[in-house]
């Protein structure tokens, strides 16, 4: 069974970094891109950027880049998002996910159960 | 603010059929396949269509998607309770290099 599971929820204060996780499981991991997806409470997701275990050949929307770092560990089947200086306009649930591609025909089957990030002093 | 449009609700009585509609420019929908999500308060998207028309397995066939020029469209047949929920579309932007996702559409069962 493929499964995708995610670390648990965040408390932080602006300033502060953090790097989330997302274990994949029942796949084979390094032939699949990794995607991460922000979801602000009562708005639509967004996609923040994408990875290809097998090679870290690593893609950023252009909204995102610059502002996270994705990364994935071919020996612990994980991926990560992480931030090196936080703000309260991070506060977001954060999801991952698996697809077959990157750009042309991307779609997402399977996803994370999600990461709820609160930034707040 | 998408790049993608999707009316903010849609509503019909159990049974009945509803229509969800995604637009967006040539260098979007015009170019690539649409992909559909359904989300439930809380819980992560569920692909519910890919590649415009296709249905994962598991999925049923209540729910079909078509794409036409810049424009897509989920429908939503003999609707159920169970269908409430908050509905995406996703494309390729390739003037962005972007996978984008539309604003969503609730979905109401009267």
């Known amino acids: 069974e493929v499964q995708l599971v995610q670390s648990g929820a965040e408390v932080k204060k602006p300033g502060e970094s953090l790097k989330i996780s997302c274990k994949g499981s029942g796949y084979h991991f390094d032939t699949y891109w990794i995607g991460w997806v922000r979801q602000i409470p009562g708005r639509g997701p967004e996609w923040m950027g994408t990875?290809?275990?097998?090679?870290?050949?690593?893609r950023y929307s252009p909204s995102f880049k610059g502002q996270v770092t994705i990364s994935a560990d071919r020996s612990t089947a994980t991926a990560h998002l992480q931030w090196t200086s936080l703000r309260a306009s991070d506060t977001a649930m954060y999801y991952c996910?698996?697809?077959?591609?990157?750009?042309?025909?991307?779609?997402?089957?399977?996803w994370g159960q999600g990461t709820l990030v609160t930034v707040s002093s | 603010q998408s790049v993608l449009t999707q009316p903010p609700s849609v509503s019909a009585a159990p049974g009945q059929k509803v229509t969800i509609s995604c637009s967006g420019v040539s260098s979007k929908i015009g170019n690539d396949y649409v992909s559909w999500y359904q989300q439930f308060p809380g819980i992560a998207p569920k692909l519910l269509i890919y590649k415009s028309d296709q249905r994962p397995s598991g999925i049923p066939d209540r729910f079909s998607g078509s794409k036409s020029g810049t424009s897509a469209t989920l429908d939503i047949t003999g609707l159920q309770t169970g269908d409430e929920a908050d509905y995406y579309c996703g494309t390729w932007d390739s003037s962005l290099s972007a996978y984008v996702l539309g604003p969503g559409t609730k979905v109401t069962v009267l």
């Open positions: 990875i290809y275990p097998g090679d870290s050949d690593t």
């Open positions: 996910a698996r697809s077959d591609y990157y750009a042309a025909g991307i779609y997402y089957d399977y």
